[in-house]
Each structure stands twice: as C-alpha cells, then as structure tokens.
C-alpha cells in the first residue's frame, strides 16, 4: 500500500475512529485500526463489537492494499505531526510514514483476524439536518441514566409515528425526563422506535460535530442503526428492551406557571447550591404575591444560603425542594433567553420549557419532603 494524504483530513479522521477502538484484552485486534485503500478511496476503519465506524478521506492512492496498525499510537504520531502533506508505505511488517519533516515506523498486526464490518441496506431511512440532530443529542443527554439495573434507560429512545414528520429524541434517569423533537427532512420508513445506546451517542456526537450543516442519514435495521455523514459511517447495536412508555409521566395540567429569566435563575441555582447538603438540595419557594422565587440552600455544618430571582408568576404559592444539578440540566437543556416553568404541586415533576420554541422539554421530580 502506498498513498498520499493531508494531515488535516487524515487527523480528523482518526480523532473519531479511535472512538470505537477496543479496550479488551481478550481481543488485542480490536485495539488496531484497519486502513484500506480500494476502488480509489482511503478508508479508516474500527470496530469494538459493540460499534464500528469506518471514514472515508481522499488523497492520492499509488498502491492498493490494507494494513492494521495500533489504532492510538497513530492518532498521537498524526496529531503531533505539523506537516501538511503525509505519505504511507507498507514494507516489512511496518507502516512507515513520511513527512518533510518526519520519518517514523509503526509495526502492523495481521489483517486476518480484524472483524467483518457488516454490509447496510439503504432502502429504509430517513434523514435529518445534523445540527438540529446534534442540538437533541446534547439535550436528552444530560438526563441519559448510566445504571446498569434499568439498562433500557441507558440510551436515547429515538421514534416516529406514521405520518408524522417529526423524529422524537428522550432520555431519562427514572428521576427526570428530556424530549426534542427534530424535523425531518426526508423518510423512506413509516415508523421508528428503538434505543440507541449512550457510548453510541457520544460518538455520534463527535462525528456530527465534523459538519454541522450537513444531512445525517439514519438507517435501522435489526438490531442496529447506522448513521451516514459526510464520509462517515457508524454502525452501532440497539438497546435491547422496551423503552417505558413516558407520556403518562408528563404532567397536563398545573396548578402555578412562572416565566423567568435564564441566565437570573441559572445563576441563582449555583449560587445557592454552594450551601447545598450531600444530596445536592435546595428549595424553591415560588410566591406569586410577590413575583419572586426564593432559592435557598443550607448545611448544618457550613451555613446557608437565599436568593430571590424575580419572574412573572401566575396560580398559588409552591414550596419545591429539588436536586440542584438536575434543576441546572434541565436549565441548559432549553435553548432561549426565557424560561417556563410549570408547577403542580410539591410531589409531582415540575416541567420546564421555552417561551418559543415548543419542541423541547424537560422534567423532573422534586425531592420527596
């Protein structure tokens, strides 16, 4: 094998393929990615059973070929390396790379034993616009659970209904509930639901930080999905399980509404929580005769602390006590410079939106007093 790259493609490559790259012991090969020259394109491939991505990069191929070489060892050579232009050669069991600048070896490991990456089908897909996508990803994030108890709780829920042109993206922990819904642009599918894992999404994450006003296409097969973006391709395995069904979780009507600046009560949250005890709490009182929510947070052995934040305040007065990190989640999940929050009662999970844009929410449960 014998080509020519450019650094920059070459390092933004594998700055996302070693995302996938194995950790086991057990099977070293998949501590190693797979570059392939073939048909006139370059691929990078990796793989940890689990996912597998594959980038495509162009450059100059002289000689066809493929070769396995560990897969962090190259990314810290190619990312230390300044020059722009990059030269690969295999010769004796060894990747040699060449630069004006550098002239470096790294030793190979027989391609036989690297697995398989299986073939996709296009026919059933839909496609959406990469930022919007990328903006739900970081949203039901934050509220994904990482217990091994519940494990169909341990990725996105991600589903369409039929006829309906939205792809509905949730996370929850059982303690707080996230939902974004992001347009689609096109679908060759009459309904989608499935649970993509959560190392899955941070993956994804990062390759669709590569091109935010790109198209992602989402394909789903069984017991898969597959991702396509602009020279990338992730395959990953699907959640097993059934996804609970969280409407009901959703409170309809409230009992007190408030609109509240986002960066007053961001700040109010921190600045309280300083005082807050080992299990991250403080109490909200909400007091409509007065437009203000008072946010207090104390410790036995530090002290306290109060803060009134004002807002537009309508329905009865409301004592919350609440989980402090959770509350600044659902704060960041929103994306506008105002806030609602809705309220039943002290028991029930509160709900917190935006003022606009009516395609993201978030919900958690107060603290049982």
């Known amino acids: 094998m014998k080509c020519i790259l450019l650094r920059e493609h070459l390092n933004n490559a594998l700055s996302i393929v070693e995302k996938s790259l194995g950790t086991t012991e057990i099977m070293p090969i998949l501590k190693n990615i797979l570059i392939k020259t073939q048909g006139g394109k370059i691929q990078l491939i990796a793989t940890n059973l689990e996912t597998a991505l594959v980038a495509t990069i162009p450059g100059k191929i002289e000689e066809e070929g493929e070769v396995a070489v560990s897969g962090s060892l190259l990314f810290q050579v190619i990312n230390n390396i300044k020059d722009e232009k990059i030269e690969f050669v295999t010769k004796d069991n060894q990747l040699q790379i060449h630069t004006d600048m550098f002239q470096g070896d790294i030793v190979t490991v027989s391609v036989v034993d690297f697995p398989i990456i299986p073939k996709v089908h296009e026919t059933t897909y839909v496609e959406v616009e990469s930022k919007q996508f990328k903006k739900g990803i970081d949203t039901v994030f934050l509220a994904i659970s990482f217990n091994t108890i519940r494990p169909e709780l341990n990725g996105m829920y991600l589903s369409m209904k039929s006829g309906y ?20 642009l096109k679908s060759e599918v009459d309904s989608i639901t499935c649970i993509i894992p959560a190392k899955t999404l941070q993956i994804l994450s990062r390759m669709l930080d590569t ?28 959640v097993d399980g059934t996804y609970p069904a969280y409407e009901s979780f959703v409170p309809k ?5 408030v609109l509240i600046s986002k960066s007053s009560l961001t700040d109010a949250v921190r600045l309280s929580s300083v005082f807050s005890s080992k299990l991250n709490d403080i109490t909200m009182h909400i007091v409509p005769s007065e437009g203000v929510v008072k946010i207090k947070s104390s410790n036995a052995i530090f002290g306290s602390g109060e803060i009134n934040v004002s807002g537009q305040i309508k329905g009865i007065e409301q004592f919350l006590r609440m989980n402090a990190r959770y509350i600044q989640d659902g704060i960041k999940a929103i994306d506008d410079v105002n806030l609602k929050i809705s309220v039943v009662n002290g028991e029930k999970p509160i709900k917190i939106e935006s003022l606009v844009d009516k395609s993201t929410y978030y919900i958690v449960m107060p603290i049982k007093i």
């Open 165 to 184: 042109k939205k792809l509905i993206l949730a996370g929850s922990d059982g303690f707080r509930l996230a939902e974004k819904q992001v347009d689609i």
């Open 253 to 257: 009507d409230f009992e007190t509404e």
């Open 211 to 238: 091109s935010p006003t790109g198209v992602l296409k989402i394909v789903l097969e069984d017991h898969q999905s597959v991702f396509f973006l602009d020279g990338f391709v992730l395959i990953s395995n699907l």
